[in-house]
């Protein structure tokens, strides 16, 4: 066997590396209980080790009670550590304490006659038997089932240190100094307790630390998954209590300004109306902050006119700046009827909100929205969109922190708000995959931009765009509504376009009036005294009634992103926020009758090429822009083809998106075979099933139906 010698100096330098590893497990779980404390174990353990190794070098009996009092106090540490960790307060450690103490009291007693070697080992033997009952027990109760990983391993280092002093206990006979060091169960203990457990206790400890930290994780996610549900309760609550008197207000002054003959009343009523409108506004902006961090929305996206549709939105703000005697400009340097396919309701918000805030903070000069083009690819392109000012500017060290929720400029903190416009921005256009940037000079002014790669759209599915905005009038229709000041106001705003309307105050109301009578469209608030909306139009769904195919609006405050998802989900086809608008009830009143679509798949027929196609657009654009749009299809259908062959492995959600694109302007344009076939694919790619054949297939189609097209063409021509 070895010498004492090797056996302590081994023990003490193990102690070190445990002693150096407790340290760095306390480094990283600094607020665990017991980490502390557990690194004086293997401290006092080293020196009570050396005092062993120096035995025989210095008095016998100072350097025997010094190493086994040192021994004890580490026992007790340990058991202490241990304890704290499991938080366990129980009489069995005040037990252990004391019966600890008393061993190393009789052992120190013993040191004082070397003829009393036997019983000195025997107390020590004890001591660690009783050690290691005392931690099992302790692993047992407290440590398996929530800690596995450490407690396997410290209950295994145990059970062999239990066996092994036993063992010698049971199985030791006379010793003396001399034969001592020959005894192998001596030498065993030795490596077993001062070597080997060494590094079982450190490599235990750091796995219960590790495993206590992902329970705090465990339990912190938890704690925000339910946060979060609670906050979308809130949301959902204090948006419907906050939107409901806005709603009485705003619904108000618009029925008195629309119906008064007295002249006076009209710019009180406005004061009225823009005072309302910009409380709402500030509402929006706190809630669709809180929104925005709930999940990851999908993006909704669809093609659009750029240059209509920026237009469109310049005559939205346009007010805004005229009220401060701005000038307000487009600068659009693209070509002219330039199409993409974008979420453009986020977009939308972002260009609102930059232009809100520089005219905000613009007293003079002009606000400017320049629109240009950085990089033209054959199916994206890469956009800069930037808003600029005249306004007093920024200091550099504010803009860093801009797009930080709640912080404002010192600009800002004069003007007012809320401070989270541009934290709303900024978190928009991470989900459209850009980055706002910040360009700013004291007194000359500010430029926000962002560059953004867009998919290059299909102008013909823009038709809506140009069609007739005539609004539909004298439908049927079913209120269901129950407070009084809601039902007045959509009343008197759907009496204006001469709807014969029924009113019904609860869900039972309303599910008896649609047993009973055929309506055009179903106008349901989803918070009924009775009912839900959603309870409403489930129950309708599991019985027969005369409404089965009638169009249902949701008219609602509730408009956090789950609700909107539930709603559309449930066959909702829009939704009428509150305060209501008279044109936006209007608008979701004619779309609710559109049946377009429906029209569209029953007169297909089954051809290469639909001639009448053709004379359908004609009724919504004029001739240069029909071929403007069959030119565009025709060049680009092949090369998106091929497109979606690229995507097919590595995107398979843009592929989906670019194949559902393609077939629904096959099948607006009469490229009926081809557009089936287009949806045929889209439906075997949603289904995970193999299409390389399929798309070859597609591709040898499109091909058929361009000399189909171009023999049309050509016929004409002659």
């Known amino acids: 066997m070895l010498d004492s010698a090797t056996l302590y100096y081994a023990s003490a330098a193990m102690m070190a590396v445990m002693t150096l590893l407790s340290y760095l497990t306390w480094r990283t779980n600094k607020n665990t209980p017991g980490t502390l404390l557990y690194i004086f174990y293997p401290l006092v353990m080293f020196i009570s080790v050396m005092s062993f190794a120096l035995h025989g070098h210095i008095n016998n009996i100072a350097s025997i009670s ?5 021994m004890f106090s580490a026992s007790i540490i340990h058991v202490l550590a241990i304890c704290q960790f499991f938080n366990a307060k129980c009489i ?5 304490i004391g019966i600890t103490i008393t061993l190393a009291l009789t052992m120190i007693y013993l040191a004082t006659d070397n003829t009393e070697l036997r019983s000195r080992i025997l107390v020590s033997d004890l001591q660690h038997i009783i050690e290691s009952l005392f931690l099992l027990a302790l692993f047992i109760r407290n440590g398996r089932k929530n800690y596995p990983n450490g407690s396997i391993v410290y209950i295994m280092i145990l059970i062999i240190i239990l066996a092994v002093f036993t ?3 049971l199985m030791m006979g006379d010793v003396s100094t001399a034969n001592l060091l020959s005894e192998n169960w001596f030498s065993i203990t030795l490596f077993i307790n001062g070597v080997i457990a060494p590094m079982f ?10 495993e206590r930290r992902e329970q705090n994780l465990n339990q912190l996610t938890e704690k925000a998954h339910k946060d979060l549900e609670i906050r979308g309760l809130f949301l959902s609550t204090i948006s419907h209590e906050i939107r409901t008197p806005l709603n009485g207000i705003l619904g108000s002054a618009q029925l008195i300004m629309n119906q008064s003959s007295d002249p006076r009343d009209k710019p009180y009523c406005e004061a009225i109306i823009n005072s309302a409108e910009s409380l709402n506004l500030l509402v929006d ?8 961090d709930q999940r990851d929305e999908a993006l909704y996206e669809e093609d659009v006119e750029l240059k209509t549709w920026l237009n469109n939105l310049c005559l939205l703000l346009s007010p805004l700046a005229e009220q401060k005697h701005l000038k307000f400009e487009l600068i659009y340097d693209l070509p002219e009827q330039a199409c993409y396919y974008c979420d453009q309701q986020k977009l939308r918000q972002v260009i609102i909100n930059l232009v809100g805030n520089a005219i905000k903070f613009t007293d003079h000069g002009s606000v400017k929205i320049h629109v240009k083009l950085l990089q033209e690819g054959q199916f994206e392109n890469l956009l800069r969109i930037s808003v600029i000012d005249s306004g007093p500017g920024i200091e550099d060290e504010e803009i860093a922190y801009l797009t930080e929720p709640y912080v404002q400029s010192s600009a800002g903190k004069e003007k007012g708000g809320t401070g989270l416009g541009l934290a709303i921005t900024s978190r928009l256009l991470e989900k459209l995959g850009s980055k706002l940037n910040i360009e700013s000079e004291l007194s000359k002014g500010s430029t ?5 790669n867009l998919a290059v759209g299909e102008l013909s599915l823009v038709e809506q765009r140009h069609q007739s905005k005539d609004y539909v009038t004298g439908l049927d229709v079913l209120l269901v509504e129950d407070l009084d000041l809601n039902q007045k106001i959509a009343i008197e705003f759907m009496a204006d376009d001469e709807h014969k309307i029924k009113l019904a105050k609860d869900g039972n109301s309303a599910i008896e009036l649609m047993q009973k009578h055929h309506f055009d469209v179903v106008l349901l608030d989803m918070n009924l005294p009775d009912l839900t909306g959603q309870e409403v139009l ?4 599991a019985m027969d009634h005369l409404n089965q195919r009638t169009p249902v609006l949701a008219f609602t405050a509730s408009l956090s992103p789950d609700e909107i998802k539930e709603y559309l989900a449930l066959g909702i086809k829009d939704i009428v926020g509150k305060p209501i608008k008279q044109q936006k009830l209007r608008q979701a009143l004619s779309d609710s009758q559109s049946n377009q679509a429906a029209s569209i798949a029953v007169e297909l027929r089954d051809t290469l090429y639909d001639e009448t196609a053709a004379a359908a657009l004609i009724s919504s654009f004029n001739e240069d822009e029909v071929s403007s749009i069959y030119n565009e299809f025709v060049l680009s259908a092949r090369n998106k083809l091929i497109r979606c062959q690229q995507l097919v492995e590595d995107d398979k959600e843009q592929c989906i998106k670019l194949l559902h694109r393609q077939a629904s302007t096959a099948l607006q344009l009469g490229f009926n075979r081809y ?3 287009l949806k045929k694919v889209e439906r075997k790619l949603l289904d995970n099933k193999p299409l390389k054949e399929s798309l070859t297939g597609a591709l040898g189609l499109w091909q058929e139906s361009l000399q189909a097209y171009l023999a049309h063409v050509r016929s004409e021509l002659s």
Do not use: P
Request: contains cysteine.
């Open 675 to 677: 557009g089936l076939e």
């Open 285 to 292: 902006k706190v809630l669709d902050y809180a929104s925005l």
């Open 448 to 452: 926000f931009s962002f560059d953004i």
């Open 538 to 541: 489930k129950r309708l769904k």
């Open 66 to 70: 010094i190493a086994n009092s040192f």
């Open 92 to 96: 069995g450690l005040r037990i252990f």
């Open 201 to 210: 206790y450190a490599t235990g400890m750091a796995l219960l630390c590790n």
């Open 167 to 169: 063992g010698r206990t």
